[in-house]
């Protein structure tokens, strides 16, 4: 990065005028490089070389500035053999333009690497660890990567000093010393530094070598929030933000707290113990609720045993439509049904999608449709005399059907029109549908 460019300018260049010495076509890779970059697919793209350079080139973990050159937009730029490629949302004529910066974009950044550099500092004052690998997502979530492990109860105590170290407002420092000077300092860095070294330093915090834009004093970071730590190799990964990143992050929460107490009739402070009640209610509930299922389950077994005894079906494939139940529930049913079940099988459906009225029409032959609509079904077919397998691989052969299981069930999804399965299931040789 170069010393003099306009993009490390503190506080920010917001509006500039730049010439525009250069455009061309973007090539396929750099089309493919910014779609990755922006997460969507671009048609057209443009080069651009300006000078002053006022835009940050992704680098450090950072990402590139975001702005106006023009009327186009800038979608994201690099630096590339000691120059910063701009890429355009379109062609402009050569000339100079007016350029304007994403300053509230900027400010995200600048706030969020600034405070990277706190907590990477502490850390290595800390316990000596060293910052490995640093990512800045496009949400504002940073990623730091150490070489040491850290523990929850050593997060928080980083927390805490990271945001004192905020509020005691210390200066941020931009220093270029030369090799004698670099020699006698103590300094962060991921890799051996040759050329003109571009030191960052945080009054008692942090010394560091950097391409980033940073902050003038510490306490415009503001806010300082670490999530979590997770074991990584020999090392771990703080999660964090910092700035206005976190501040926006918390509100979202905050939020979502409120409406999640007014639910609950209770204060924010409270959902704990509102949520701990909802819990016991709901388990009473659910408890309640297995107790009828497996009353209903048994009673339906059994009225299915007397339809059988009263003609209503003989074969080795008993099959059910259900309506109402998860698919857990429809296992259980399927193995009580399977515990008293004189087939070999049992094979239960429930519909996904559409109104209980018009599924019980269809299924009783009440409704007659000319557009035949299919819809969506999960299944059970279990067995505890053949192979489950076996039976599905001969319903395929009849029936769109996904899903598969063991030798005792399977289960999935298949797609049909009501009136043509209940159709198809009657005319099935060996088949029961009661």
């Known amino acids: 990065m170069k010393r003099d460019a306009l993009y490390y300018e503190r506080p920010p260049i917001g509006d500039f005028t730049a010439e525009l010495l250069e455009l061309r076509a973007s090539t396929e890779q750099e089309k493919r490089l910014v779609s990755q970059r922006l997460g969507r697919e671009l048609s057209s793209l443009y080069t651009a070389k300006l000078f002053p350079e006022g835009f940050y080139p992704e680098g450090g973990g950072q990402s590139a500035d975001r702005g106006k050159v023009g009327e186009a937009e800038l979608l994201y730029a690099l630096e590339e053999k000691g120059e910063v490629l701009h890429y355009l949302d379109r062609e402009l004529m050569p000339g100079t333009y007016p350029c304007r910066l994403d300053l509230d974009f900027r400010r995200r950044n600048t706030q969020s690497h600034s405070g990277e550099h706190i907590v990477s500092g502490i850390v290595h004052r800390r316990f000596g660890y060293h910052n490995v690998g640093f990512h800045m997502g496009k949400d504002g979530l940073l990623t730091i990567d150490f070489d040491g492990r850290i523990t929850e109860e050593e997060l928080r105590e980083l927390e805490k000093l990271s945001n004192l170290a905020v509020w005691e407002n210390h200066p941020v420092r931009i220093l270029y010393p030369d090799r004698e000077e670099l020699s006698r300092l103590d300094y962060r860095s991921k890799k051996e530094l040759s050329e003109t070294v571009r030191l960052v330093e945080i009054e008692g915090v942090d010394l560091c070598a950097c391409c980033g834009t940073q902050v003038e004093q510490s306490g415009e970071i503001g806010l300082i929030r670490l999530y979590s730590v997770t074991s990584r190799r020999e090392g771990c990964r703080i999660e964090m933000r910092a700035g206005e990143s976190a501040l926006s992050d918390l509100i979202r929460k905050e939020e979502v707290l409120k409406r999640c107490a007014v639910s609950l009739s209770a204060k924010p402070l409270e959902l704990e113990d509102a949520l701990k009640r909802k819990q016991k209610e709901i388990f009473r509930k659910e408890g309640r609720i297995r107790e009828q299922n497996e009353r209903y389950f048994r009673m339906l077994s059994e009225s299915l045993r007397r339809k059988r005894g009263e003609g209503g079906g003989s074969g080795s494939v008993l099959c059910h ?114």
């Open 321 to 434: 439509f259900e309506r109402g139940f998860s698919e857990a529930e429809l296992r259980e049913l399927c193995n009580v049904l399977l515990e008293s079940a004189e087939e070999e099988y049992v094979l239960l459906l429930e519909e996904r999608e559409g109104a209980p009225s018009e599924k019980e029409e269809a299924l009783s032959g009440l409704k007659e449709t000319s557009s035949k609509p299919e819809r969506e079904y999960f299944y059970i077919l279990g067995s505890r005399k053949g192979d489950a397998r076996a039976m599905q691989k001969i319903l395929r052969e009849r029936l769109s059907l996904r899903g598969g299981g063991t030798a005792e069930m399977v289960q999935g999804s298949l797609r049909g029109d009501p009136s043509e399965l209940l159709s198809l299931f009657s005319s099935l040789e060996n088949f029961s549908l009661l």
